[in-house]
């Protein structure tokens, strides 16, 4: 997490290069030579109070330095803080007063174009994969940067609190508009979007609104099923951190996961609401590099909002038609054979696995020739433990079963937060179907045989990884 | 020597252009005489189509047969209700078939039958498979309306099938046209100027070109094609992804009732919405049209999305057509 940040931040350090210049110094440059003898100005306001007492503006600047490379809105609470401040120590009264207002709105608008565009640089940079070696440098630069600026600052501001001062009495007739100068505010957007984006924030950010503007404008491609490469691409980064902090996800066997072709994948099923397979959706798509086509129930499609996102991240119908569909057009199909059975089973009988359905998954893999992947969850059962069941109202609502844990409904939504237990999703040695006569996938006994084989290997490395993670939680 | 062909509910928008395509081939082409029946006059010009004005809800279709020794049939009265009354629509599609069907069937000369029926019989629920096979049937079971008219209609034609063997018999279950000059459920849907949306469900669409439709409906009369095949253009385009590119704004409601309500809003637009439209823009559908390709032997020249972009480049842009500008 921490090093995340550190890329967010510094890679705009490193892009700007200048060693020992200040973020404001840089913008300048850009801003060009016009905005040269207005910038010293807004940087003297904030060590103004240094002119009185430049000991006490020391440690306050350092403070800073501090925090800023750990976080863009503790910087922003700083600075804001030391604008307030200054009107305190400020002697000059009605001079004052108006360089003091321009700086907290100015402070204002750079923490919040970093927020604005942090989102959308969050998923980019995952996908764009800076290398570390680069990050690392960029911190180490980083630091004496941040250091040079407090000294620098401090050196600059009697000078420049006093250059401030004439100017202000200089320019009292035509600058006492209350606002902020257009061109302030246009140097902090461009600093926002270095810091965030990096030095090539240009062509990022154009990118970026290029692809909203395709977005907006309906132009992309999905495909027979609904599959949404785009939305399926945002949800992994936005599982990683669940999964990887959260659930402390370990994944093992992702050489099992076939580079290419078909292949279904097998996996047990847990956990009252079928977050077991987004995470293995995630698994697939971060460790092996392939997307994971879900089978889902069809109260999956019935449901507002859950089926048209099912949808669009590439799940589709748990039937015949689709699976082969999808199976011989060479991707990567999953199926949880126990379904709502095994999803609502009891926090008791967890690990043991339900019926495997009719075994459809196994004639289904055979008639389209591919491998069969069995794969075990370990660490789903324990986020919502099933303690008990409402069925009449289940019934009422239409849904196989109704929820109780030991926090939910007690706690209200609070209950609704998975609890942190530790999940290791291991990808089986694949189980070839494509040796079996062309008519297996109608000889009903050959079907219970794999079916058999294929659970039965999954519970056994149940119980193999159960002993290998020991506790659930910690 | 050339078919006598009699296209039946020749005053529909597509009907009429299918006539005149069959009636231009002529004799060369392996049509000798086009013979059009409707009960209403047709709009447009009709060429070289013999125009019958007779209800097909009565025996007088197997006098219009016998008369002018028609030898392949291409039903086209196949429609869903216009506005809110849908019992007219329901006894003009079953009621007319089962006449045109009896006359067929009393009739020694005809040898084909084309149906131009719809993709509708596969329902629209969310219980459905992503596309559609041929031999797959409606899984949400199909309660009334139009669907359920043609549910009927194929099933009385198989009945037909049965009997007389020896009448070759095509059936088009075709997706619905995107066109400006076609009425279609959907064309009218979507030249609202906005698009009264299920909340939370997002369903995939397919549109079939114009070009497209009459080229099978020429061939199917034209050369031997007998069984069933799914007709549309290829890829599905999502709702919400058509209304964007239209640049027209989507207004969500709630699923529970969304029927009337959209209904309601969209005639306080002064548009229409076709009684059994809901479901389809509630779960959508897809069919997969590889039996068309392999089988019958026509390669689809226009895709789901080619076809909508043609409509969106004849209709006004759309409100929010300055998000997406030019592309």
């Known amino acids: 997490m921490n090093d995340e940040r550190r890329t967010i931040g ?40 240094a002119k009185t007492a430049p000991a006490k503006a020391a440690p306050s600047k350092t403070a800073q330095s501090k925090s800023a490379p750990s976080k863009t809105t503790q910087s922003k609470t700083t600075q804001s803080k030391k604008a307030p401040t200054k009107p305190a120590s ?31 640089a969050g998923p980019k940079k995952v996908a764009a994969g800076p290398p570390p070696t680069s990050s690392s440098s960029a911190r180490s630069t980083a630091k004496p940067r941040l250091r040079a600026v407090t ?10 609190a006093a250059e ?11 600058a006492s508009m209350p606002g902020i100068p257009l061109e302030e505010i246009v140097v902090a957007i461009v600093q926002a979007a270095q810091r965030v984006l990096g030095s090539d924030w240009e062509r990022r950010l154009a990118t970026s609104v290029s692809a909203l503007r395709r977005r907006l404008s309906g132009d992309y491609e999905i495909d027979a099923f609904g599959f949404d490469p785009q939305i399926s691409e945002i949800l992994v980064n936005a599982v990683e951190p669940l999964a990887e902090k959260w659930f402390r996800l370990e994944v093992r066997g992702v050489e099992n996961i076939p580079a290419e072709g078909g292949a279904l994948l097998v996996a047990n099923h847990s956990g009252t609401v079928p977050i077991d397979g987004v995470i293995t959706g995630y698994a697939v798509k971060k460790y092996g590099g392939r997307n994971l086509r879900p089978l889902g129930a069809d109260l999956v499609f019935a449901l507002p909002f859950v089926g048209q996102m099912a949808r669009k991240v590439g ?7 689709d699976a082969e569909r999808l199976l011989s057009s060479g991707e990567i199909a999953g ?66 079963y109704l929820p109780v844990t030991p926090f939910f409904p007690l706690l209200g939504p609070l209950g609704m937060i998975p609890l942190p237990s530790k999940w290791i999703i291991e990808f089986g040695e694949p189980i070839r179907t494509d040796a079996y006569e062309p008519d297996a996938a109608d000889d009903p006994m050959l079907l219970f045989n794999v079916t058999d084989q294929v659970r039965e290997t999954i519970q056994q490395t149940l119980y193999g990884l159960l002993v290998d993670r020991g506790n659930a939680f910690f | 020597m050339g078919r006598v062909v009699l ?27 086009v013979v059009g029946l409707d009960l209403r006059p047709p709009e447009g010009d009709l060429g070289g189509v013999k125009f019958v004005r007779a209800d097909i809800r009565t025996p007088v279709v197997a006098k219009v047969i016998a008369v002018e020794e028609i030898d392949t049939v291409l039903h086209l009265d196949l429609a869903p209700a216009e506005g809110r009354g849908s019992g007219g629509a329901k006894e003009r599609n079953v009621i007319g078939t089962m006449q045109l069907l009896a006359a067929c069937q009393r009739s020694s000369v005809v040898s084909k039958l084309v149906l131009g029926s719809t993709t509708a019989v596969y329902g629209s629920s969310p219980r459905d498979p992503a596309m559609f096979a041929e031999s797959a049937s409606a899984r949400g079971g199909i309660r009334s309306g139009f669907p359920k008219d043609a549910v009927e209609v194929e099933s009385y034609v198989r009945g037909f099938a049965r009997r007389r063997p020896d009448i070759l018999i095509t059936t088009l279950r075709s997706a619905q046209i995107l066109h400006p000059d076609i009425d279609t459920p959907l064309r009218s849907y979507f030249n609202t100027p906005i698009l009264p949306a299920a909340l939370g469900y997002d369903p995939r669409l397919q549109f079939l070109h114009l070009d497209d439709a009459l080229a099978i409906a020429t061939q199917a009369v034209v050369s031997d094609r007998p069984g069933t095949f799914n007709v549309a253009g290829d890829g599905v385009v999502l709702l919400s992804q058509a209304a964007r590119r239209l640049g027209r704004p989507v207004l969500p409601l709630p699923p529970v ?60 842009p759309g409100v929010l057509a300055v998000l997406g500008g030019a592309r």
């Open chain 2, 257 to 316: 009732g969304f029927a009337s309500a959209a209904g309601r809003v969209i005639r306080s637009l002064g548009g229409e919405m076709s009684p059994d439209l809901h479901r389809l823009l509630t779960h959508g559908r897809a069919v997969d049209t590889t039996a068309l390709r392999e089988i019958f032997g026509y390669e689809l020249q226009h895709t789901t999305e080619e076809t909508l972009e043609e409509f969106r480049q004849a209709q006004r």
């Open chain 1, 335 to 400: 199926v949880w054979p126990e379904g709502f059975k095994g999803i609502g089973k009891p926090f008791a009988e967890r690990y043991k696995l339900q019926r495997f359905g009719r075994g459809g998954f196994v004639s289904s893999a055979m008639r389209a020739g591919v491998p069969i992947v069995p794969v075990s969850i370990v660490g789903a059962e324990e986020i919502y433990p099933l303690v008990g069941n409402v069925p009449s109202l289940a019934r009422l609502l239409g849904l196989p």
């Open chain 1, 90 to 120: 400020g002697s000059k009264g009605p001079v004052k007063a108006a360089p003091a207002t321009k700086a907290a709105p100015a402070s204002k608008s750079t923490a919040e174009a970093p927020k604005a565009t942090a989102g959308k």
């Open chain 2, 7 to 33: 296209v039946t509910g020749v005053a529909g928008s597509f009907a009429s252009r299918v006539s005149r395509a069959l009636a231009e081939l002529g004799a060369d082409g392996g049509v000798d005489r």
């Open chain 1, 164 to 174: 401030e001062a004439a100017k202000a009495t200089r320019t009292a007739g035509p």
């Open chain 1, 315 to 321: 799940a589709t119908l748990a039937c015949t038609e």
């Open chain 1, 10 to 49: 510094t890679t705009g350090a490193a892009g700007r290069g200048a060693k020992g210049a200040s973020p404001s110094s840089a913008a300048r440059s850009l801003a060009g030579p016009g905005a040269r003898p207005r910038k010293p100005v807004t940087k003297a306001k904030p060590p103004a109070p």
């Open chain 1, 151 to 160: 000294d620098e600052d401090a050196a600059a501001a009697a000078a420049a």
